[in-house]
């Protein structure tokens, strides 16, 4: 009895409490420390070019997204899609769009690379969320055949096994893979723009993007052993390109063979 | 280029030699060796039966050639290709020469097809001579059918060969999809996941047949196996028979030929096939194999490597059967959905058998036309003079139907590139093409048939007035006439000579009746020939036209 009263004194009745305190901020901060690995540069421009930035927004983007990036009717808010979101929508000049439509279209880069950079700068320093990735991520440098497999199962049934891109529904579709920047390609998997599902840093991993990116450039960089692909359409261009270059050949050599000698 | 008619048969004299030394020692040697021969096998007689058959002169007579010299072509490229295809699903470690493949499962099938594409010498070119032939074959066999069915060359005495050529058709599609599935890649995974999908939306059999085919539940360790015993046994077997059938039919019916003057239905006029017609089929031979060794030297078919090993999970985007499948691929992209009710705890689903039972109907339309046609017509003469489409309008208008039925099938199934590539939404697309679907067969047979019978009109006022020369003269009182060219009676030849149908009477039998079918007959006969235009008579030309 007395032990067991002893046993109680010597721990505070609130012992446990803090105990568990103690172990959920340890665990909850690593995790936070460790998962914020990516959006710890967002701090890391200079005040001079966000500065510059947030002149740019207001005359170029406030007018859909709102001034404080809150979102209108015609744009959504853009607290929280990070500097990569931006690098990647005004780098591949989707952002400004020309119009309304099913999606923005890719086009010629509306901003010079400094004014993207100051327009990211801003949209990051409101509020946290991916940054541009490193460097070391975007060399190509990786494992091409997993890059291949992952590709193969988180990103052919949209974009095609050779990246030659495919439809979606009402008009919307997953562009061609091909002569896209590392960057971007980096950027648009850890911010899902348009209708392209997020795939976090929990779901593949920096490393595997580097690897989808090292198996993209290595199809990009390498021509089909077998000749001319035909736009790596698959089956159809095939069908096509038989019937009209195939067998018309063939039948225009019939015409030449049996025509009469004038 | 000589032209001999069939009853003629002395050979065209040899040109004299200016060397009679070295002719006459050459010659005694031929001599010696065809005597040899002869004696032992009784040669002569088929040589003289099969060299003196006349082939005549037309380039829409060369396509059925071309489907015959490109299987030749695939029985080559095949036989190699066996040396190296292994036709097992056991799992192996990619090790070859493919970098984004290295250390990646796959089945043998799929490995052994890489090193026949990157490690054997020679593999991967002649795997894609291999595939391009395939596409080629069909595609032929396709056109040589339009040509047999708008120039009716499927008429008595040629329904059987018409139905053998169609059987061989289906084949050539068997040995295409079963060749599509070998590699065990992700393209023809999925594929075979469609067909398996196909056979399981068959109410009541289709998991019963599904699990007998593929030797339990999808995909299984058996169906590459079985599709490589089908694909280079049983049905090349059965091809190479019926194509023999085949060309011993096209011998026996001799071949038909356009009308012309000279040119009738008891003669053929062209080539004999020794030397002329072995000599210009045996070049033809050698560039249809040259068009198709260019096509796979220089464009890649298949690239297998891109789509990686088969996994059920990944499906890619544009994943298509080859354009032969297409068809098929259509319909159940052009079927509506929710075509399925519950009862007794089940779904009744028929998104799948109603398209199935289409193209069954369509395949099945198309082998016995010949004898439908010639039940509406009664027509029970043997024709062995080609028909000018125009000259059969419903014929040609009912074609034209099918082959738009066909197309909007088959455009269909690659209804999401015409979506990304015309920037339209994939909804749009296939909506137009549910509505092709049905008004493209109307519409084309409404304007065929009027286009066929203007062409008509336009042959008749031809043949009666000659044609416009541009001439244009002013009459001393002013008017205006342009000069009319007679046409030469060659040319006549073809505008006027050709069969005259009517409607079919209705005529009471033995019993004095008229029966349902005698009048469903009739009916289908007015359908036929109640729009037509008759061929200028002599007399009429005699008269000069002048009604």
């Given amino acids: 009895?007395?032990?067991?009263?002893?046993?109680?004194?010597?721990?505070?009745?609130?012992?446990?409490?803090?105990?568990?305190?103690?172990g959920l901020m340890f665990t909850g901060g690593g995790y936070a420390l460790f998962s914020s690995t990516a959006t710890a540069e967002t701090s890391t421009a200079s005040q001079t070019t966000i500065d510059e930035g947030k002149k740019l927004f207001a005359a170029n983007c406030a007018s859909c997204h709102g001034l404080d990036l809150q979102g209108t009717g015609a744009g959504p808010s853009l607290l929280g899609v990070g500097a990569a979101s931006v690098d990647f929508q005004v780098g591949t000049g989707r952002m400004p769009m020309a119009m309304q439509g099913p999606q923005a279209m890719e086009k010629a880069p509306q901003f010079t690379a400094e004014d993207t950079e100051a327009l990211a700068a801003y949209v990051a320093s409101l509020s946290p969320g991916p940054a541009v990735p490193d460097e070391s991520l975007l060399d190509g440098e990786g494992d091409a055949s997993n890059g291949a497999e992952l590709f193969r199962i988180n990103c052919a049934m949209c974009h095609n096994v050779a990246?030659?891109?495919?439809?979606?529904?009402?008009?919307?579709?997953?562009?061609?893979?091909?002569?896209?920047?590392?960057?971007?390609i980096y950027e648009a998997m850890v911010t899902g723009p348009q209708n392209m599902p997020v795939f976090n840093d929990k779901n593949l991993s920096p490393e595997d993007k580097r690897d989808v990116i090292t198996y993209l450039k290595y199809i990009e960089k390498n021509p089909s052993?077998?000749?001319?692909?035909?736009?790596?359409?698959?089956?159809?261009?095939?069908?096509?390109?038989?019937?009209?270059?195939?067998?018309?050949?063939?039948?225009?050599l019939t015409v030449w063979l049996t025509a009469k000698s004038n | 280029m000589s032209t001999v008619t069939t009853p003629e048969t002395a050979p065209a004299p040899a040109p004299a030699q200016s060397s009679s030394s070295q002719r006459s020692s050459t010659s005694r040697f031929t001599e010696a060796a065809a005597n040899y021969i002869d004696e032992r096998t009784s040669i002569s007689g088929v040589v003289k039966e099969f060299g003196r058959k006349i082939f005549p002169d037309h380039w829409s007579f060369m396509l059925g050639e071309v489907a015959l010299y490109s299987f030749v072509v695939i029985l080559l490229t095949g036989t190699f290709l066996t040396f190296f295809f292994q036709a097992s699903m056991a799992e192996v470690v990619y090790n070859g020469s493919y970098v984004p493949l290295k250390g990646v499962e796959m089945s043998t099938a799929m490995s052994s097809t890489l090193n026949i594409s990157f490690d054997v010498r020679g593999g991967l070119l002649i795997r894609q001579i291999h595939h391009w032939a395939a596409l080629t074959f069909i595609a032929a066999i396709g056109i040589h059918m339009l040509r047999i069915y708008f120039t009716g060359a499927f008429r008595k005495p040629r329904e059987l060969n018409w139905v053998i050529g169609f059987i061989l058709f289906i084949l050539a599609l068997a040995e295409g999809f079963t060749g599509y599935s070998l590699p065990d890649d992700l393209l023809s995974g999925n594929g075979l996941r469609i067909i398996d999908g196909l056979i399981k939306g068959l109410p009541v059999v289709g998991t019963w047949i599904s699990f007998l085919l593929f030797g339990g539940e999808f995909p299984g360790t058996d169906?590459?196996?079985?599709?490589?015993?089908?694909?280079?046994?049983l049905l090349p077997a059965i091809l190479a028979v019926m194509l023999a059938l085949h060309l011993v039919f096209v011998v026996v019916h001799k071949h038909t030929q356009w009308s012309g003057p000279g040119q009738t239905k008891d003669n053929v006029v062209g080539s004999p096939i020794l030397p002329m017609f072995a000599a210009k089929a045996g070049g033809f031979f050698f560039i249809v194999f040259g068009v198709i060794a260019l096509m796979g030297t220089f464009f890649t078919i298949n690239p297998i490597w891109n789509y990686g090993p088969y996994d059920p999970s990944p499906v890619s985007a544009g994943t298509q059967p080859d354009w032969y499948i297409g068809f098929a691929d259509g319909a159940l992209r052009l079927i509506p959905p929710g075509l399925e009710f519950e009862l007794w705890d089940r779904t009744w689903s028929f998104n799948i058998i109603i398209p199935v039972l289409i193209l069954t109907g369509l395949i099945v339309a198309v082998l016995v036309y010949p004898f439908i046609e010639a039940w509406i017509t009664g027509d029970k003469r043997e024709h062995h003079l080609l028909d000018r489409p125009r000259n059969a309008p419903t014929r040609t208008a009912i074609g034209v139907a099918g082959v738009l039925f066909y197309a909007a099938l088959w455009g269909a199934a690659s209804s999401d590139l015409i979506a990304t590539h015309f920037q339209l939404s994939i909804e749009g697309v296939i909506h137009v093409n549910q509505?092709?679907?049905?008004?493209?067969?109307?519409?084309?047979?409404?304007?065929?048939?009027?286009?066929?019978?203007?062409?008509?009109?336009?042959?008749?006022?031809?043949?009666?007035?000659?044609?416009?020369s541009g001439r244009i003269v002013r009459l001393p009182g002013g008017e205006y006439i342009e000069v009319h060219q007679p046409v030469d009676e060659y040319e006549r030849w073809k505008l006027v000579d050709y069969n005259d149908y009517q409607p079919l009477m209705i005529r009471p039998n033995a019993q004095g009746k008229i029966t349902t079918v005698q009048r469903f007959r009739a009916g289908m006969s007015r359908w036929f020939f109640e729009d037509r235009i008759a061929p200028v008579s002599p007399k009429e030309i005699e008269r000069g036209g002048h009604h």
């Fill in chain 2, 223 to 233: 169906i590459v196996g079985r599709l490589y015993s089908l694909h280079i046994l």
């Fill in chain 1, 163 to 184: 990246g030659a891109g495919g439809a979606l529904t009402e008009g919307k579709f997953a562009p061609a893979l091909t002569g896209v920047a590392a960057v971007h």
């Fill in chain 1, 1 to 22: 009895m007395a032990r067991k009263g002893s046993t109680a004194n010597r721990r505070h009745p609130l012992a446990t409490v803090a105990l568990i305190a103690i």
């Fill in chain 2, 435 to 468: 509505a092709l679907l049905i008004l493209g067969p109307i519409i084309g047979y409404l304007v065929t048939k009027r286009v066929c019978l203007a062409l008509q009109k336009k042959d008749r006022e031809i043949a009666l007035h000659g044609f416009e």
């Fill in chain 1, 225 to 252: 052993p077998g000749g001319y692909e035909l736009g790596s359409l698959g089956p159809v261009a095939e069908g096509l390109f038989v019937w009209i270059f195939g067998l018309g050949a063939i039948v225009a």
